[in-house]
């Protein structure tokens, strides 16, 4: 499934890229599957995007968890927790 990813701030800065268009694996069906086979691809990404670090995920400009279901030509953005003031 060919999906356009975007990232923000740290993690744009630590994979060299605002933005990509991929093509996943079949077994891809959400989120969570996106975020593990993002993760194998180096040291940065496994450690950018651990279940322990702090990122915020949204599908298509909604916010969304792990378990969301994704479809061809969805728009996934993959950014750190903002806090303002």
């Keep these: 499934m060919k999906?356009?990813?975007?990232?923000f701030a740290r993690l744009r800065e630590r994979f060299g890229l605002g933005s990509e268009s991929v093509d996943t694996p079949e077994a891809i069906h959400d989120l969570a599957g996106l975020v593990a086979w993002l993760g194998q691809r180096g040291p940065a990404w496994a450690e950018?995007?651990?279940?322990?670090?702090p990122y915020r995920m949204a599908v298509n400009q909604e916010m969304?968890?792990?378990?969301?279901?994704?479809n061809a030509?969805?728009?996934v953005a993959i950014f750190p927790p903002v806090t303002g003031g």
Aim: proline fraction near 5%; aromatic fraction near 4%.
């Design 64 to 70: 969304a968890t792990p378990s969301t279901l994704l």
């Design 73 to 75: 030509g969805d728009e």
């Design 3 to 7: 999906l356009n990813i975007l990232y």
């Design 48 to 53: 950018e995007l651990a279940v322990e670090r």
